[in-house]
């Protein structure tokens, strides 16, 4: 008989497109291990919102400075719960919700990079995540990094190649802008750090949204980042790329 972790991999392997993965295996996962909420997303693809509690909710959530998790997933590439990072009391602090009393996430990486993630949450109700959880989702957040290092790459192999010629019509102060940009920075703390205007900033990001045919921050960080060429340093603080919306 196929275990159901087998059958995860299996899923994994047949799903063709992102569509198939988060409608196919999903909630496998989520019901694999018994989670309340669970989902995948990669960091390219995270959607913007206007509301204003929702933003600080996703700079603390996903900011390596302010959340232990993010940290660990960004330094170390391996599942983590939030019980390996901090004590119960500091992690209702940075997320008071009753349904993520509980939390585990795994990493999704390409290229030695962090390019998504895996997460599940349990009500406090709920048993805590354990060691076998961790030794589970580390084998699926390894199916699913060579899926995204195959079928997703040979899914935008020609999207990427017309990215990367775009690209290349960046000037190198733009990309020191895109760079910043993916580190989280606003406009004006861009402009302090390169010694020119706000405005200046405003202006060369219109700029760059006309070279690379974007229409948001995170699309133009994201797209840079599946340029293999990019800075690393860029995706070190993938985390914080969503949290600022075109200004």
Same mark, same amino acid.
């Given at each position: +008989?196929?275990?159901p972790?087998?059958?995860?991999f #299996?899923? &994994?392997?047949?799903?063709? =497109?992102?569509? #198939?993965?988060?409608?196919?295996?999903?909630?496998?996962?989520g019901?694999?291990?018994?989670? /309340?909420?669970?989902?995948?997303?990669?960091?390219? /693809?995270?959607?913007?919102?206007?509301?204003k509690?929702?933003?600080?909710?996703?700079?603390i959530?996903?900011?390596?400075?302010?959340?232990?998790?993010?940290?660990?997933?960004?330094?170390?590439h391996?599942?983590?719960?939030?019980?390996?990072?901090?004590s119960?009391?500091?992690? /209702?602090?940075?997320?008071?919700?009753?349904?993520?009393?509980?939390? +585990?996430? !795994?990493?999704?990486?390409?290229?030695?990079? %962090?390019? !998504?993630?895996v997460?599940c949450?349990r009500?406090? $109700? +709920?048993?805590?995540?354990?060691?076998?959880n %961790?030794?589970?989702?580390s084998a &699926?957040?390894?199916?699913?990094?060579?899926?995204?290092?195959?079928?997703? @790459? $040979? =899914?935008s192999?020609g /999207?990427?190649?017309?990215?990367?010629?775009?690209?290349?019509?960046?000037?190198?102060?733009?990309?020191?802008i895109?760079?910043?940009?993916?580190?989280?920075?606003?406009?004006a703390?861009? !402009?302090?750090?390169?010694?020119i205007?706000?405005? $200046?900033?405003?202006q060369?990001l219109k700029? +760059?949204?006309?070279?690379?045919?974007?229409?948001?921050?995170a699309?133009m960080? !994201? @797209?840079?980042?599946?340029?293999?060429?990019y800075?690393?340093?860029?995706?070190?603080?993938?985390?914080n790329?969503?949290?600022?919306?075109h200004?």
């Amino acid at each position: +008989m196929t275990s159901p972790l087998k059958l995860i991999f #299996e899923a &994994i392997n047949q799903a063709c =497109n992102e569509h #198939e993965l988060r409608l196919q295996v999903v909630p496998k996962i989520g019901e694999y291990f018994a989670a /309340k909420r669970y989902s995948i997303f990669f960091f390219d /693809k995270l959607p913007l919102t206007a509301n204003k509690n929702l933003q600080e909710i996703q700079k603390i959530a996903l900011s390596i400075e302010r959340n232990p998790i993010a940290r660990y997933l960004v330094e170390r590439h391996a599942p983590v719960h939030e019980a390996l990072v901090m004590s119960p009391k500091a992690w /209702k602090i940075i997320c008071p919700r009753p349904d993520h009393w509980h939390v +585990m996430a !795994g990493p999704i990486v390409n290229r030695h990079q %962090l390019v !998504g993630v895996v997460g599940c949450t349990r009500e406090k $109700s +709920m048993s805590a995540f354990d060691t076998q959880n %961790l030794t589970d989702l580390s084998a &699926i957040c390894l199916h699913l990094s060579v899926w995204a290092a195959t079928v997703a @790459q $040979s =899914n935008s192999a020609g /999207k990427s190649q017309h990215q990367t010629f775009r690209s290349d019509r960046l000037t190198p102060r733009e990309l020191q802008i895109a760079q910043l940009v993916a580190l989280g920075l606003t406009n004006a703390e861009i !402009g302090n750090q390169l010694w020119i205007t706000e405005n $200046s900033v405003k202006q060369a990001l219109k700029r +760059m949204f006309r070279k690379l045919e974007v229409s948001s921050r995170a699309e133009m960080v !994201g @797209q840079l980042l599946a340029i293999r060429d990019y800075s690393p340093e860029a995706n070190s603080d993938s985390f914080n790329l969503v949290t600022n919306s075109h200004q």
